[in-house]
């Protein structure tokens, strides 16, 4: 039985084996506000994993946390199905005004089930049924979701494994940068789409994430991107931007592919898109491209009105205007000094990522476990990414303040060098 709220022997006893994060922050959380974690005995964690970026405003929002109370407290709409709520009106309105307007995106909104998995799944049925195609082009290391359509756009091997069947209507393309620095694999791609002796069926869609969270930061040249776009467009195919986890601030703007002179058919959100952390998922389509019929796409859970609520707060608290954005220019700089002085620490490290979506990749996971370990142990819970993950990854979240983000940073770049300075003890 359990005895404590610290006594962690309840999840070993009766949790899946399926469980993860826990592993490496074994940890009783109890409470969390802003960029920290507090544990059931009291200690304190800064955190740098931030719900793998489901928490991109930080823990406890004040202002998402008051809106949310009162919504609570005066018997708002607490499930609503796809009805009209107050809730959702005001969600709507906020994104038209503060995000698509500005932007001139004339996208529909559609909320699917709370995951990025589900927005995946509907943006790729929606992609088949508009062209009346099946095949889907991905790219190496891109990370979609692990349901089956998803899954099937997913390159992880591992993840790939638990499907338990074959795993069809995707073509496999290689992502900038796969091929070295000096091979352009966008041309590789005009190549195999107008080429009729390839063997590459007619993409109903071009599915990508212009960086690569679980892929090992990998980012895309805009110039690369834009090819890519331009390659769905003169092929008929739908071109679908994954902004899961790289939209809503932490590639640098509120969509990852600000300023890259693209507007995508197709973009999917989660995570960070209700601002607090609770499920929510949706994706934008251009109008003409809005054809499901009524419930074709469903859930019990396709808008979460709590989600609105504080999802508008974060809109209109933080995307109203460019001051937030301009912050985070600063805090990417802390972020990129910190990187390339762990870069300098271990021989032949690279930077890797864009904007607060960064990490450095230290050749190994082994390595890499290891400063992850050594930086929880000192109280910074920081996770890797990558095929291997060897890359060590800062997920923190985007209103950490200054001296919290600078105390993180030096907290990692400590189990840097304690992590290499015992590999080179254990070598000698």
């Known amino acids: 039985m359990l005895t404590s709220p610290s006594d962690p022997i309840v999840f070993q006893r009766r949790e899946s084996e399926a469980r993860s994060y826990c592993r490496g922050f074994d940890a009783v959380f109890a409470k969390a506000a802003g960029s920290e974690l507090i544990d059931a005995d009291g200690n304190r964690y800064i955190d740098f994993l931030a719900g793998c970026s489901s928490l991109n405003y930080g823990h406890n929002d004040p202002d998402m946390k008051t809106a949310l109370i009162d919504h609570i407290a005066g018997d708002g709409i607490a499930h609503g199905l796809d009805l009209h ?45 508009v062209t009346g195609r099946t095949n889907v082009i991905a790219f190496t290391n891109g990370f979609h979701g692990v349901t089956m359509g998803a899954l099937a756009a997913t390159g992880n091997k591992y993840h790939r494994g638990g499907a338990g069947m074959t795993l069809n209507g995707v073509t496999r393309m290689p992502f900038d940068g ?76 509120f969509f990852s592919f600000d300023a890259m002179g693209i507007t995508p058919d197709i973009i999917t959100m989660a995570k960070s898109i209700s601002g607090f952390g609770l499920p929510m ?64 620490m271990v021989p032949g490290a690279t930077l890797k990522g864009r904007g ?59 189990a840097v060098y304690d992590s290499t300075t015992n590999m080179k003890l254990a070598a000698e």
């Not at 834009?226 to 590639?251: F, P, S, Y």
């Not at 504080?310 to 990129?336: G, H, N, P, Y």
């Not at 060590?392 to 919290?404: E, N």
């Open 356 to 414: 607060l979506m960064r990490g450095v990749d230290v050749g190994s996971g082994e390595l890499a476990s290891e400063i992850c370990g050594r930086a929880y142990e000192q109280g910074l819970v920081i996770e890797t990414s990558g095929p291997n993950d060897e890359v060590v990854k800062i997920l923190a979240p985007i209103t950490t303040p200054d001296t919290l983000l600078r105390k993180g940073l030096n907290l990692l770049l400590n």
């Open 178 to 253: 796969y091929m070295g620095a000096d091979f352009d694999t966008s041309t590789l791609l005009e190549k195999m789409l107008s080429d009729p002796s390839s063997g590459v069926d007619a993409p109903a869609a071009i599915i990508l994430e212009t960086v690569q969270g679980e892929g090992g930061l990998n980012a895309a040249r805009p110039e690369w991107v834009r090819k890519v776009a331009e390659l769905a467009k003169e092929h008929g195919a739908l071109l679908i931007i994954d902004d899961v986890q790289a939209g809503c601030g932490r590639a640098g703007d």
């Open 85 to 129: 709520t107050d809730t959702k009106a005001r969600f709507l309105a906020a994104l038209e005004t503060h995000i698509l307007e500005p932007r001139n995106m004339d996208h529909k909104v559609m909320f699917t089930g709370p995951t990025g998995a589900n927005a995946v799944e509907a943006a790729m049925k929606l992609a088949r049924k």
């Open 281 to 344: 998922a949706l994706m934008l389509v251009r109008p003409e491209h809005d054809i499901f019929g009524p419930a074709e796409h469903n859930g019990t859970f396709r808008g979460n009105t709590h989600a609105f609520v504080t999802a508008r707060i974060a809109i209109e608290k933080f995307w109203a205007d460019d001051s937030f954005r301009d912050q985070l220019a600063e805090k990417e700089r802390m972020i990129v000094a910190a990187l390339a002085a762990i870069a300098e």
